[in-house]
Nanobody
Framework: QVMLVESGGGLVQAGGSLRLSCAAS????????MGWFRQAPGKEREFVSA????????DYGDSVMGRFTISRDNAKNMVYLQMNSLKPEDTAVYYC????????????????????WGQGTQVTVSS
């Protein structure tokens, strides 16, 4: 069992930056592919980014490519999402998720492939 807790959300003006953190407990994160998803009111959960178990490979959703950066520190059992050049359309609840390595990289973008989820942290970008 893996427990995930996100933090770092808040209110920021358009063009600003935030860094989200995801702290894990229960098991070491080095055994899991880690992902970030987001969900805005009235919309489906959207893939944001994912990173392989040792951080060698990453993937990003088209809407955040070039602005967001995912990273991980397995020694600290932490995953991060650095968000720059934020836009009002980035407003959503952001969720951290963990998937076992059996997940094919082609399926990282599918929420159904993740086994554990955090409770989410709200990010609000004002125009």
């Amino acid at each position: 069992q893996v427990m995930l807790v996100e933090s770092g959300g808040g209110l920021v003006q358009a063009g600003g930056s935030l860094r989200l953190s995801c702290a894990a407990s229960g098991r070491t994160l080095r055994s899991y592919v880690m992902g970030w998803f987001r969900q805005a009111p009235g919309k489906e959960r959207e893939f944001v980014s994912a990173i392989s178990e040792l951080g060698a490979r990453t993937d990003y959703g088209d809407s955040v490519m070039g602005r967001f950066t995912i990273s991980r520190d397995n020694a600290k059992n932490m995953v991060y999402l650095q968000m720059n050049s934020l836009k009002p359309e980035d407003t959503a609840v952001y969720y951290c998720a963990a998937a076992t390595p059996r997940v094919n990289a082609d399926d990282w973008r599918k929420a159904s492939q993740y086994d554990y989820w955090g409770q989410g942290t709200q990010v609000t970008v004002s125009s």
